[in-house]
């Protein structure tokens, strides 16, 4: 069966720093992109970062750029996403994505095959 698991999550201070993983089993998740989304209490969910199926495209948000940074094993079938330079409006639920039909990028919810069940993260202020 199918299945991205998310860890990682938790409190940080601004300024801080998180490092969420993304577990991937039951499929072939190093054929697809893979990709982060978050969403925050009454907003939508939206993009963060995409990584192509062999890490040679590398896609982010621009309100995350410089900050974040996104990768990948595929021999251990895990996600990454390295958050430094948190604020407190980043406070959001984090997903694991991936989309079967790209292994270039995977950038727009409505064409994620794939969802986590998140890792919540808070940014105190």
Same mark, same amino acid.
């Given at each position: !069966?199918? !299945?991205?698991? =998310?860890?990682?999550?938790?409190?940080?201070? @601004?300024?801080?720093?998180?490092?969420?993983?993304? @577990? @991937? #089993?039951?499929?072939?998740? #190093? #054929?697809? %992109?893979?990709?982060?989304?978050? !969403? %925050?209490?009454?907003?939508?969910?939206?993009?963060?970062?995409?990584?192509?199926?062999?890490?040679?495209?590398?896609?982010?948000?621009?309100?995350?750029?410089?900050?974040?940074?996104?990768?990948?094993?595929?021999?251990?079938?895990?996600?990454?996403? !390295?958050?430094?330079?948190?604020?407190?409006? =980043?406070?959001?639920?984090?997903?694991? +994505? @991936?989309?079967?039909?790209?292994?270039?990028?995977?950038?727009? +919810? %409505?064409?994620?095959?794939?969802?986590?069940?998140?890792?919540?993260?808070?940014? #105190?202020?």
């Amino acid at each position: !069966q199918e !299945q991205l698991v =998310e860890s990682g999550g938790g409190l940080v201070q @601004a300024g801080g720093s998180l490092r969420l993983s993304c @577990a @991937a #089993s039951g499929r072939t998740f #190093s #054929s697809y %992109a893979m990709g982060w989304f978050r !969403q %925050a209490p009454g907003k939508e969910r939206e993009f963060v970062a995409s990584i192509s199926r062999y890490g040679g495209t590398i896609v982010y948000a621009d309100s995350v750029k410089g900050r974040f940074s996104i990768s990948r094993d595929n021999a251990k079938n895990t996600l990454s996403l !390295q958050m430094n330079s948190l604020k407190p409006d =980043e406070t959001a639920v984090y997903y694991c +994505a @991936a989309d079967k039909t790209s292994s270039l990028r995977v950038d727009i +919810a %409505a064409r994620v095959n794939y969802w986590g069940k998140g890792t919540l993260v808070t940014v #105190s202020s």
